[in-house]
C-alpha cells in the first residue's frame, strides 16, 4: 500500500486567491511530481523534484511554484488563482534509482477557481 | 517531444480478451509502463516492460516490441471491475528519466 497523502482532496476558491496543495509521502522516496489531469484526458507534469533542494518545471506551463525542504514533502503554491487553473492536481513519488518507471500516486486535489 | 497513441476507447463483455494498443516515439525511449485509473481516483501501477517480449502478471499482460515502437496491455477474463482508463507512460532517459503519459484509453465491460 502507497503512503502518499494529499489535502485537501475538494477545493473550491474565489479568482485571485493564493492557495497551497499539500502532498507528503512517508515511503522516503527521493522523486517527486506534480501532474495535472483534465476529466479524461492525460496526465501532463507541470513540476519535479529529484531531491531536497531540488525542483523543474515540467513540460506544462504552470504558473504555480513548489518547494522541496524536506524529503517527504512537496507543496504546489498558485499565488493568484484562475479559472484555467481548474483542474484535479495529482501528487507522485517513485524511489526505484535511476528508473522512475513505477510511480505511486496520491488520491489527488480537485480544485475549482470561481 | 515525444508523444504515445492509444485509442480513446474500448469496449469489451466479461469474461472476454480485450488488447489496448499503443505507439511511442523512439528518440530517448527506455522503456514503457501501463497505470489503471478509476473514475475520480488515482493511476495505479500496472507493469513494465523494458524488454521485447510479454510480461504475464495474473489477468494482466503487457508487451513490448522495440522494433515496432508499440507495445499493449492484454487483460484476460475481464470483470466489471476492470471498467476504468488505461495509459500507457514512456520512460524517456533523455528527458530525465521522466514519464511521459499517453491520453489513456477508457475501457468499459459490460454484462
Known amino acids: 500500500e502507497a503512503d502518499i497523502y494529499q489535502t485537501p482532496r475538494y477545493l473550491v476558491i474565489g479568482t485571485g486567491k493564493k492557495i497551497t496543495l499539500e502532498c507528503s509521502q512517508t515511503?522516503?522516496?527521493?522523486?517527486m511530481y506534480w501532474y495535472q489531469q483534465d476529466p479524461g484526458m492525460e496526465l501532463h507534469l507541470i513540476h519535479y523534484?529529484?531531491?531536497?533542494?531540488?525542483?523543474e518545471k515540467g513540460d506544462l506551463s504552470s504558473e504555480s511554484t513548489v518547494s522541496r525542504i524536506r524529503t517527504e514533502h512537496f507543496p504546489l503554491t498558485l499565488e493568484s488563482a484562475r479559472p484555467s487553473h481548474t483542474s484535479q492536481y495529482l501528487c507522485?513519488?517513485?524511489?526505484?534509482?535511476?528508473?522512475?518507471?513505477?510511480?505511486?500516486f496520491g488520491p489527488g486535489t480537485r480544485l475549482t477557481v470561481t | 517531444g515525444q508523444s504515445l497513441e492509444q485509442p480513446s476507447e474500448v469496449t469489451a463483455v466479461e469474461g472476454a480478451i480485450v488488447q489496448i494498443n499503443c505507439t511511442y516515439q523512439?528518440?530517448?525511449?527506455?522503456?514503457l509502463s501501463w497505470y489503471q485509473q478509476h473514475d475520480g481516483g488515482a493511476p495505479t501501477f500496472l507493469s513494465y516492460n523494458a524488454l521485447d517480449g510479454l510480461e504475464e502478471t495474473g489477468r494482466f499482460s503487457s508487451f513490448l516490441s522495440r522494433s515496432d515502437s508499440y507495445g499493449y496491455l492484454l487483460l484476460q477474463e475481464l470483470q466489471m471491475k476492470d471498467s476504468a482508463s488505461y495509459f500507457c507512460?514512456?520512460?524517456?532517459?533523455?528527458?530525465?528519466?521522466?514519464?511521459?503519459f499517453g491520453q489513456g484509453t477508457e475501457l468499459s465491460v459490460k454484462p
Open positions: 523534484s529529484y531531491g531536497v533542494n531540488s525542483t
Open positions: 523512439t528518440s530517448g525511449f527506455y522503456g
Open positions: 507522485a513519488s517513485s524511489g526505484r534509482g535511476e528508473e522512475n518507471y513505477e510511480q505511486y
Open positions: 507512460a514512456g520512460l524517456y532517459i533523455n528527458q530525465g528519466g521522466k514519464l511521459i
Open positions: 515511503m522516503g522516496h527521493d522523486k
